[in-house]
């Protein structure tokens, strides 16, 4: 059984920083893309940020500048490094990975349960 599980969320005052992380776990023969996604209270969910496997990223106009991912492959974990946040960034951020599962090898497409970022003015 292959899960991710998210950590880091909190509450920041504005312009501070926070960094998220997201482990995936169980019978895993691959972990290929690796994405945070948020949903702030009666919005969408929303792409954040997106990194293969090799490393190359690319981010929402919103958070470029402000926002890092990165990842360690030999951990299986990604990460949100977040600066200079906003009131705005306030959400639940989710953690999303397209995992080959070994047994039985399977590819699907997995979800963290979300953390809570909520940043005050």
């Known amino acids: 059984q292959v899960q991710l599980v998210e950590s880091g969320g909190g509450l920041v005052q504005a312009g501070g920083s926070l960094r998220l992380s997201c482990a995936a776990s169980?019978?895993?023969?691959?972990?290929?893309?690796m994405n945070w996604y948020r949903q702030a209270p009666g919005k969408q969910r929303e792409l954040v940020a997106h990194?293969?496997?090799?490393?190359?990223?690319t981010y929402a106009d919103s958070v470029k500048g402000r926002f890092t991912i990165s990842r360690d492959n030999a951990k299986n974990t990604v990460y949100l490094q977040m600066n200079s946040l906003k009131p705005e960034d306030t959400a639940v951020y989710f953690c999303?990975?397209?995992?080959?599962?070994?047994?039985?090898?399977?590819?699907?497409?997995?979800w963290g349960q979300g953390t809570q970022v909520t940043v005050s003015s």
């Open positions: 999303n990975a397209d995992i080959i599962a070994l047994t039985p090898l399977r590819r699907s497409d997995y």
């Open positions: 990194i293969t496997s090799g490393g190359a990223t």
């Open positions: 169980g019978s895993i023969f691959r972990v290929n893309a």
